[in-house]
């Protein structure tokens, strides 16, 4: 939750430096998977952003005690929804930064909405290299997020060099970030001379089948 609050307080930061807000009340806009395939990720984040909230609220924020109001909307993790998510909370609400979007295939959407219309937006859905690497990075928008690449080496060390594991099972999503975790998690391991006992993909498996998975005499499981 600390890292939540401090992505909160980033962002009003942001928008007192880039846009000078006079605003007592801050209205901020979170646009994440509260429905759909990525609903319980999105349940998550909104119940961390509201408890950051109540803390950051309680104390106010800057010299003037400013207070942050954040308004929701779901967008499955779609483009075309993340575009009216971000239209309706400009428009309905006026929210003057925006959180998120949570998911890598709607970031092109906010990426191109910050550069057109100078809104400011920190979110997770893609890591700093790959925004570089596409010449689409600006000033307005922020990324907060790891390479799942780095993620996968680095959690693949530390089972095999500080936790001294011999083996795994792997389960995993079938979005790309959780691919590209998997595939490079498997490769660091194995070059550690690890073994992988089993790998399950937790797309339409039964309870039981992901159950079986992690019954296996492995030592951890990487999911």
Same mark, same amino acid.
């Given at each position: 939750?600390?890292?939540?609050?401090?992505?909160?307080?980033?962002?009003?930061?942001?928008?007192?430096?880039?846009?000078?807000?006079?605003?007592?009340?801050?209205?901020?806009?979170?646009?994440?998977?509260? @429905?759909?395939?990525?609903?319980?990720?999105?349940?998550?984040?909104?119940?961390?952003?509201?408890?950051?909230?109540?803390?950051? =609220?309680?104390?106010?924020?800057?010299?003037?005690? $400013?207070?942050?109001?954040?308004?929701?909307?779901?967008?499955?993790?779609?483009?075309?929804?993340?575009?009216?998510?971000? $239209? $309706?909370?400009?428009?309905?609400?006026?929210?003057?930064?925006?959180?998120?979007?949570?998911?890598?295939?709607? @970031?092109?959407?906010?990426?191109?909405? /910050?550069?057109?219309?100078? /809104?400011?937006?920190?979110?997770?859905?893609? =890591?700093?290299?790959?925004?570089?690497?596409?010449?689409?990075?600006?000033?307005?928008?922020?990324?907060?997020?790891?390479?799942?690449?780095?993620?996968?080496?680095?959690?693949?060390?530390?089972?095999?060099?500080?936790?001294?594991?011999? =083996?795994?099972?792997?389960?995993?999503?079938?979005?790309?970030?959780?691919?590209?975790?998997?595939?490079?998690?498997?490769?660091?391991?194995?070059?550690?001379?690890?073994?992988?006992?089993?790998?399950?993909?937790?797309? =339409?498996?039964?309870?039981? /089948?992901?159950?079986?998975?992690?019954?296996?005499?492995?030592?951890?499981?990487?999911?």
């Amino acid at each position: 939750m600390k890292f939540i609050k401090l992505k909160l307080l980033v962002l009003v930061l942001l928008v007192f430096f880039l846009t000078g807000c006079e605003e007592q009340i801050i209205s901020l806009g979170v646009i994440a998977p509260l @429905t759909g395939e990525y609903s319980s990720i999105g349940e998550q984040i909104k119940k961390g952003l509201e408890l950051s909230l109540e803390e950051i =609220n309680q104390e106010g924020v800057g010299r003037y005690g $400013k207070k942050i109001r954040l308004y929701y909307e779901d967008d499955q993790c779609e483009p075309e929804l993340t575009r009216q998510a971000i $239209k $309706k909370l400009k428009e309905d609400y006026g929210a003057v930064a925006f959180i998120g979007p949570f998911c890598e295939d709607s @970031t092109e959407v906010a990426r191109d909405y /910050a550069l057109e219309t100078e /809104a400011i937006f920190l979110s997770p859905g893609v =890591n700093l290299g790959r925004m570089i690497k596409s010449g689409k990075i600006n000033v307005y928008y922020f990324s907060v997020r790891y390479s799942p690449i780095t993620e996968a080496v680095h959690i693949s060390r530390l089972l095999s060099n500080i936790l001294l594991l011999d =083996n795994v099972a792997v389960l995993y999503g079938e979005d790309k970030v959780s691919l590209i975790l998997k595939e490079n998690f498997d490769q660091a391991f194995l070059e550690k001379k690890g073994k992988i006992l089993t790998e399950t993909s937790l797309k =339409n498996k039964s309870e039981e /089948a992901i159950l079986a998975a992690i019954k296996t005499d492995s030592q951890a499981i990487f999911i």
